[in-house]
């Protein structure tokens, strides 16, 4: 697919599924993001994951406050 067939067909989801991301899932995702070029090659930047409903759900409500 070429790069301006993605532009154009690109969507915005607004709602997200209820089912869990599965953990090699997230894995590969994690991984990928690693070897991505950085600037200077400073790899200055962290992911956190979190997979716990109660968490999930106290952080976006912290986030619509």
């Given at each position: 697919?070429?790069?301006m067939?993605?532009?154009r067909t690109r969507r915005s989801?607004?709602?997200y599924k209820p089912d869990p991301v599965p953990q090699e899932d997230i894995e590969y995702v994690l991984e990928a993001a690693r070897l991505a070029p950085?600037?200077?090659n400073r790899q200055c930047w962290k992911f956190v994951?979190?997979?716990d409903e109660p968490i999930k759900r106290e952080l976006?409500?912290?986030g619509n406050e």
């Amino acid at each position: 697919m070429e790069l301006m067939d993605v532009l154009r067909t690109r969507r915005s989801i607004r709602k997200y599924k209820p089912d869990p991301v599965p953990q090699e899932d997230i894995e590969y995702v994690l991984e990928a993001a690693r070897l991505a070029p950085s600037w200077a090659n400073r790899q200055c930047w962290k992911f956190v994951v979190i997979t716990d409903e109660p968490i999930k759900r106290e952080l976006a409500k912290a986030g619509n406050e």
